[in-house]
């Protein structure tokens, strides 16, 4: 069965530092894996998706996020913070299957930039 | 105007009463999903639909039903409503994977429920 547990309910940086979420997957078979934001009083919204192609996914806003196997990771970078970044990110998982494929999402990691 | 539109956007009830969520796209995806966020659970699958005729449960589809009318509309009900079942929810839809790619899936804005 697929997870994805997301290390830090809550990340705080200061404007202009680096952003790491992390994020490490459990999967049967190789897996497509996503990153979501989710602004305040909003639904969420793709940033990246990794399907096998380049290991390093580049997304918008100048996030990527660097598929390792070996790790079994899927971390999330931005290399200067932005206040606009303040947001829910959610890392998923999904596993194809011939029915059809479904996500499992992480439990999310609150992102506060400081001034 | 949003391509996944989800009705009520914020409602208060009591237990035991029966609520719909109704959600409608136009993005013309066949695929369709209920999902429900509490805080520090992430979002949990409740049912799923790939096209008007195919319904799924997911994960956590006990005390909820839902009902695909047509390819644009899905909804989900809580016949009796319980105050564990306060959380917000949220629709999604998506398109066919290709070659094996899992489709992005696109969110409404979500539904607020709140059960006294």
């Known amino acids: 069965a697929q997870s994805v547990t997301q290390l830090g309910s809550h990340v705080s940086v200061s404007e202009g530092a680096l952003v790491l979420l992390r994020c490490n997957y459990s999967?049967?078979?190789?897996?497509?894996l996503f990153w979501y934001v989710q602004y305040p009083n909003q639904g969420l919204q793709l940033l990246l998706k990794?399907?096998?192609?380049?290991?390093l996914v580049k997304g918008i806003n100048g996030f990527e996020a660097e598929f390792k196997k070996s790790e079994t990771s899927f971390h999330l970078t931005k290399p200067s913070a932005h206040m606009s970044d303040a947001a829910e990110y959610f890392c998923?998982?999904?596993?194809?299957?011939?029915?059809?494929?479904?996500?499992?999402f992480g439990e999310g990691t609150q992102l506060t930039v400081n001034p | 105007d949003a391509d996944v539109t989800q009705t009520p956007r914020n409602r208060i009830t009591k237990t035991g009463k029966r609520i719909m969520l109704e959600c409608s796209q136009t993005?013309?995806?066949?695929?369709m999903y209920w999902y429900r966020q509490d805080p520090g659970l992430g979002l949990r699958l409740i049912y799923y639909?790939?096209?008007?005729?195919?319904?799924n449960k997911g994960e956590i589809s006990d005390g909820y039903s839902v009902s695909r009318q047509a390819q644009a509309k899905f909804s989900l009900s809580l016949e009796s409503a319980i105050p564990n079942q306060t959380a917000l929810y949220f629709c999604?839809?998506?398109?066919?994977?290709?070659?094996?790619?899992?489709?992005?899936?696109?969110f409404g804005e979500g539904s607020r429920l709140t059960v006294l």
């Open positions: 999967s049967s078979v190789p897996p497509y």
């Open positions: 993005k013309g995806h066949d695929r």
């Open positions: 999604a839809t998506s398109d066919l994977p290709s070659g094996g790619a899992s489709g992005e899936l696109f």
């Open positions: 639909s790939f096209d008007v005729k195919d319904i």
């Open positions: 990794y399907t096998s192609a380049a290991t």
């Open positions: 998923a998982v999904s596993e194809f299957r011939t029915s059809g494929s479904r996500l499992t």
